[in-house]
């Protein structure tokens, strides 16, 4: 089961939160990719996605979790029961903050959007924060 470490969100509102427009962006990838309807798009947003962050030198990727929801952050690799990497609290308390710290740097340029966000939980309603710190986010398939 892998960790991330970040926001859970609806597309709608990653454009948002990045100054991105999502209609453009969508009249873009059927374009490109030659589709009639613009449903099913979350495997293309989820590669604009991941290529606007490289293309920003940013470390941050887009993860999809399940029904809408997706986790904006990064995943944390070094914690799991297959890689046989063990890590005790401190290195992980450690990890976290090194996690938090690049976050903030690489969301300062759109801070102003974070004011109000809203979360996406998993079958359950959304939920509005204030410039919410990233979260810790279990999600296995």
Not at 27 to 45: H, S
Not at 85 to 113: A, C, P, R, S
Not at 116 to 137: A, G, N, R, T
Request: charge should be negative; proline fraction near 4%; glycine fraction near 4%.
């Amino acid at each position: 089961m892998p960790l991330y470490f970040g926001l859970p969100l609806a597309f709608e509102e990653a454009f948002r939160l990045f100054s991105l427009d999502i209609e453009e962006t969508k009249q873009n990838i059927m374009k490109k990719y030659n589709l009639k309807e613009n449903n099913y798009m979350d495997c293309y947003f989820l590669e604009y996605f991941n290529k606007f962050f490289s293309d920003e030198d940013m470390k941050m990727r887009v993860f999809y979790t399940d029904k809408g929801q997706l986790i904006i952050g990064y995943e944390i690799v070094e914690v799991s029961i297959f890689s046989k990497n063990f890590m005790n609290v401190e290195q992980l308390i450690g990890l976290l903050g090194e996690l938090k710290e690049l976050f903030t740097e690489e969301t300062k340029k759109y801070w102003g959007n974070f004011e109000e966000v809203l979360l996406e939980h998993m079958e359950d309603e959304p939920e509005i924060v204030s410039f919410p710190l990233p979260y810790v986010i279990e999600y296995s398939s």
